[in-house]
């Protein structure tokens, strides 16, 4: 119960620092957290250790090791489809979220207590991390506070793979913010010295043509990972042209004092496929920073010049859309 306590107070510390609490289903991760130790998976240990003495070994371990010798080919490849059911459930949630949030253990037993049911206790402790090797997860667990007989508790943020930057810095605020001694002793945690890796692993992008939602390019966004963020216009500093060309037809939009404010959707789109979709892009469009109407740059579609000079000036429309039903 102190430890539910604990991960609470984690949970509104992080809101604190600024962060959104969302819940969502488990059950995913619990399903793959079971084929590890119930499923055939035990046969990669066999694997692993073939070439040690079982005698050698600790008897929990030997136990273990006894277990699903029955497992058949079959066996493992419904495992795997399980698995695979699994990841595709996950993948959404550790597309969208910063970060997933768990205790690092449920609770902590004595030495005596572990020795007395291995297997069992050990299968608690892990509960909540499990998974992570069968879903390709990375994470960090972060100390965040003391039960009433001074047993640690911590948490543990995770995400998908190669989420470590993104990660460590979450951590590195939240330990740093929390100011905990090290451990059972007095040593007080030493101020960090880390840079600020970067807290994200997706990148905002502005879009306001073809890849508008309903227009003919934005699968190129959502196949990519891309998720809409929300509608809104740029500073009043624009000017909107329709390209020659086609098709598809594409709008430039170019920055000018004598500009107004054009039609935009924001969406998120992961850093890691935003190479290939800059490829894809014709001239004589490409990607730089424009303002929206609130004051942030975004990376958005810029026009070069050249490409004005048998464009069409549609500004006064305010919007691609309000374009193609009027034109």
Known sequence: AEYAEQFEKAVKHLENLGGKKHIINFEPFFTAARLLYEGPWVAERRVATEGVDRHAMLQVIQDILATQEEARADDLFKAE??????????????????????????????????????????????????????????????????????????????????????????????????????????????????????????????????????????????????????KTVTANAYKLYALAGGPPMRPGLVRDKQGTAIEIELWSIPTATLGSFLAGIAAPLGLGKLEVTDGRWVTGFICESYGLDDATDITAFGSWREYLLNK
Not at 120 to 130: D, P, R, V
Not at 158 to 179: E, G, H, I, V
């Open 81 to 230: 489809y399980k698995l695979q059911a699994c990841r595709q459930q996950v993948r959404d949630v550790l597309e969208y979220y910063d970060f997933i949030l768990t205790p690092t253990a449920g609770t902590t037993y004595t030495i005596e207590q572990v020795q007395a049911d291995p297997i069992k206790l050990n299968s608690n402790l892990g509960h909540y991390t499990n998974f992570m090797n069968l879903l390709d997860c990375s994470a960090i667990a972060v100390p965040t506070g003391f039960i009433t007989s001074s047993l640690p508790f911590g948490v543990t943020l995770f995400s998908r793979a190669f989420s470590d930057a993104r990660l460590l810095t979450f951590a590195n605020l939240m330990q740093q913010s929390l100011r905990l001694p090290l451990g059972a002793i007095e040593l007080e945690c030493p101020d960090s010295s880390a840079s600020i890796a970067g807290t994200g692993d997706r990148i905002t992008l502005a879009v306001c043509g073809a890849h508008l939602q309903g227009q003919p390019l934005n699968y190129q966004l959502t196949e990519r990972g891309g998720v809409f963020l929300e």
